[in-house]
């Protein structure tokens, strides 16, 4: 059986709500939770008063202090 003869027999309404939309809703939450992301870490980069402590902002910054205390207490 080849593929186009498969198409032929799959209903439109079955490739619209089975593959199309459920891909395209996952990308999309993809894209905004990247986006959220971005914002997130913009923001604290943009707190950090001199560019040069970037790495260590990040490395040290208050995220990972959280998740230290998190993973020392269990």
């Known amino acids: 059986m080849s593929i186009a003869a498969f ?8 490739l619209w709500s ?7 809703a996952l990308l999309l939450l993809l894209i905004a939770l990247l986006s959220w992301k971005l914002r997130e870490t913009e ?3 943009a707190t950090t008063p ?5 790495a260590y902002h990040l490395c040290y ?5 959280q998740r ?4 020392t207490r269990t």
């Not at 230290?68 to 993973?71: A, K, N, S």
Request: charged share 30%; proline share 12%; hydrophobic share 30%.
């Open 61 to 65: 910054g208050p995220r990972c202090r």
């Open 50 to 54: 001199d560019p040069r402590q970037t």
């Open 18 to 24: 089975g593959v199309f939309f459920p891909v395209t």
């Open 7 to 14: 198409l032929n027999e799959v209903p439109g309404w079955f």
């Open 68 to 71: 230290t205390e998190r993973t």
């Open 43 to 45: 923001k604290e980069l």
